[in-house]
């Protein structure tokens, strides 16, 4: 089959699946963070934790709340890992060096799960299960709690709470992401991954593999990886690896899980504010971003617009040939537009345009569709942001959803877009301007600082992904690309609360002639157009400086 119809075909089937379980996964999750009633397991988890379940938090508390967890958190997978040779299951794996094990704790509790260093020979099972794997739901599950407090503002009027925290994480964790995952693990074991507790060479003798690979509950991380809530993988190869990526289908089952969730959740919005309208505009956004990304994504590299894939006529390097180029440029865009991180081809390999495509999804602020609740809180940070610049063309106060968008909300969406570029563009600047850092680049010229862009855009934005190339395993690297991580994930969440408790404490605001309809192809056009323009602002120069430089070489 020509490769362009087959990636046609897998595209489209792909579009299919997600618009077929858009609706009911969108509403399960409605009827999950609404109810009332709190199962057996629950009631356990509150009395443990010491919490009374029907307390509603102001946004305060709510977000001392996800710091004081997450704080605990990365304290507890520091010392796991710096204390693994002294547990059972570490397969005689040293403990992990201080600058790894900070960089390690911070990345997969702030849901980045971006690793410098190579899962198999650094992680034993238990840091694996008790410490990564953990972090893989509850820190997806936190991205998702504090997107529902969002909508909490929008959805109630004079209002203190948004909910509790606690509830909000629980229910995420154990009614949406354990059952997904639960069975997501099963489809990708029949599809050939390995799940066991081998040691290091059992697996390879049974299956006639490489001797120096371990085995492991691959499967069930797999899994958890590509709910949208994880870059890094039981391998080092990653996705690439035959035990986590097992054939084409397990690479298009891969790649629908990793979209599943942010592509449903627009629908629970929509029916949290009571007008489901204004989910399907806001999927519309991230399904227009999206279509573009992949397609130009598969366009740049199935055209080989470079010297030695013009050559050879296909740009085949770095990728695995079960895949193709084709469904790796997917994987590719969708890891990139998400906050997954998982990679099954190599980044760094990809023509100069494509590999841009790589970091310009992931500038966008990874709203089409973004992380597990990190994606739908950015669009509609960006959709207030919108309404503002729309206010302004017509000399009315902005309005979103019933809401008046004024100083207060729009200097908490402002600082929440400054964040990130901050991040990015600092860090790499400081990167650039040593010599010592700059000697951890494979290549020089163009392409070298684009491996240390793509690092620090991949840090700030919580994705995981690794352009490739860069050497980031020293002491600087681990403790600035961490404090990227830290930095990107919760002061954003802090400004996003506070916009939401901003937010309930409005009164509604009727709707006249005058006010800017959100649910209509125009407002879907306006977002996506702001979306592309604070991005193209932001990052061009450094992009011109890199990719685009060497694409036009």
Known sequence: MNPTLAGILFIGSLVLALVLVHRPLGDYMYRVYTGTRHNPVERVIYRLLGVQPGAEQ??????RSVLAFSLVSVLFLYGLQRLQDKLFLS???PPVTDHVAWNTAISFVTNTNWQAYSGESTMGHLTQMAGLAVQNFVSASVGMAVAIALVRGFARNRA?????????????TIRILLP?????AIVLVAGGLVQNFADPHTVATLTGGPQAITGGP????????????????????????PFENAQAWTNWFEIFLILLIPFALPRTFGKMVGQVRQGYAIVAVMATLALASVVLTNVFELSGNATVPQAVGAAMEGKDVRFGVANSATF????????????NSFHDSYTPLGGMMTMVNMMLGEVAPGGVGAGLYGLLVLAVITVFVAGLMVGRTPEYLGKRIGAREMKLASMYFLVTPVLVLVGTALAMGSAEQRASMLNSGPHGLSEVLYAFTSASNNNGSAFGGITVNTPWYDVALGLCMAFGRFLPIIFVLALAGSLAG?????????????????FVGMVVGVTVVLVALTF????ALGPLAEGIH
């Open 91 to 93: 397969l005689g794996m």
């Open 58 to 63: 102001r946004w305060g508390v709510y977000a």
């Open 160 to 172: 203190d709470g948004l909910g509790n925290f606690w509830v909000d994480l629980v229910r995420g």
């Open 332 to 343: 590719a865009a969708a890891t990139t537009l998400t906050s997954t991180g998982a990679v």
């Open 180 to 184: 997904i995952a639960f069975v997501g």
């Open 540 to 543: 061009l120069p450094a992009l």
């Open 506 to 522: 409005q009164a509604p605001v009727p709707a006249s002639a005058g006010t800017l309809p959100t649910h209509r192809p125009q």
């Open 218 to 241: 691959v499967a069930s991380q797999e899994v958890i990886k590509e709910l949208g809530t994880n870059g890094g993988g039981f391998y080092n190869v990653n996705s690439a690896h």
